[in-house]
């Protein structure tokens, strides 16, 4: 009831409205995203890489509605791309279809993505393309699919929670298709997706070990020493069991620390970003930025309780 209220809010428009018009709001929300441009984000990504930690950047917005929001935000993650490479800073970058067109026409969809695919090629970077609600999987995976032929630097993410998930982890695994492994973060129905916490939490472990088996298959690439390349398998959570687990289980299978990594987001869990990094684990932190950020700040109260407290206790700060 509390995560699907807070779900529900990321997608009303009147509550996009009136929380974004709240001085505070933006206060709160700063913690969990890295400024409104690229200016901004670069600053925080060379902190994180200060303390030893890898990045993968985000340029919030999702559902574009017209022809000229796709192309402008195409534009930014070029433009991204040649601020990481003239920084020299260990990052890679993640973008959402909808962002690009796929809602709108699918060949304008591709069009976007060939052109920011074409500029991560000769920037020498990675591009994750991560995953939204369950209706736009199958696209979202097609393209994955299609853009993989011509251009290797690209990955995906799996949602744990939705049943479909480890067929997904098969095929993706068998052509070697770098996955950030998370639980899920919108609303689904029980008919594609698990309601009970413990079984995505049992997904998640099983689809993590599906991964980790295929690292001997895909001859055990490791991350690269820039850290832009990540390897087959990110470990993308703050459940500290889920990490535990997976890191019993790469231990039986005595895999280098380097054959996979752990994820977690920008201002959530920093005590275990710091233990895992001074263990020796990469650690990628998922940094967004940009003016749309409503929608991912209200996913991340859905998610921790905690969350929600930092949020509230904001109100009466001066």
Known sequence: MFRAFFIFLSKAYWAQKLIMNWKFAWRVASRFIAGINIVDVIKVV????????NVTVDHLGENALTVEDTLAATKEVIDLLEA???HDVHANVSI????FGLNIDKELCKNNLQNIFEQAKNMENFIRIDMEDSSITQETLDLVYWFKTTYPGIGTVIQS????????VMNLTNECIPIRMVKGAYKEPALVAFPKKKDVDDNF???TKICLDKISYCDYPEIS????FPPIIAIASHDESRIENAIHYANTKELSKRTYEIQMLYGIRRDLQKKYSEQGYPVRVYVPYGTHWYPYFMRRLAERPANVWFFFSNLFRK
């Open 161 to 168: 929670y939705l049943y479909r998930s480890e067929k997904d």
């Open 225 to 228: 020493e820039n850290g832009r």
């Open 46 to 53: 060379k902190n994180l890489n200060d303390q030893g930690l």
């Open 96 to 99: 959402k279809l909808t962002q």
């Open 84 to 86: 990481i490479n003239s």
């Open 205 to 207: 472990d099983l689809l």
